[in-house]
């Protein structure tokens, strides 16, 4: 038996403004144009920390059993959909 200890979360956003400025002219088939663009972006960085507890506020224990097999076994009948 142990206890399930501090569990460690970090993720990244990135927000990005771009804007775009375009001009240009035709004169039958002789033609111009011209395009100015600007990106500006800023990354931020979350992180937290879970403590997990049981229902009376103590560290929540975790055990397992000798006769067990490995792996999930058959997860239907204790997750519920």
Do not use: C, Y
Not at 73 to 80: A, K, L, N, Q
């Amino acid at each position: 038996m142990f206890a399930v200890g501090p569990v460690e979360m970090e993720f990244e956003v990135e927000l990005r403004a771009d804007a775009k400025a375009k001009a240009g002219f035709r004169l039958w088939a002789v033609g111009a144009e011209t395009e100015a663009g600007v990106s500006r972006g800023r990354t931020h960085r979350v992180s937290f920390t879970l403590t997990p507890k049981n229902t009376n506020g103590g560290d929540l224990m975790v055990a397992g059993s000798a006769g067990r097999q490995s792996g999930p076994g058959v997860t239907e009948e204790r997750i519920p959909d």
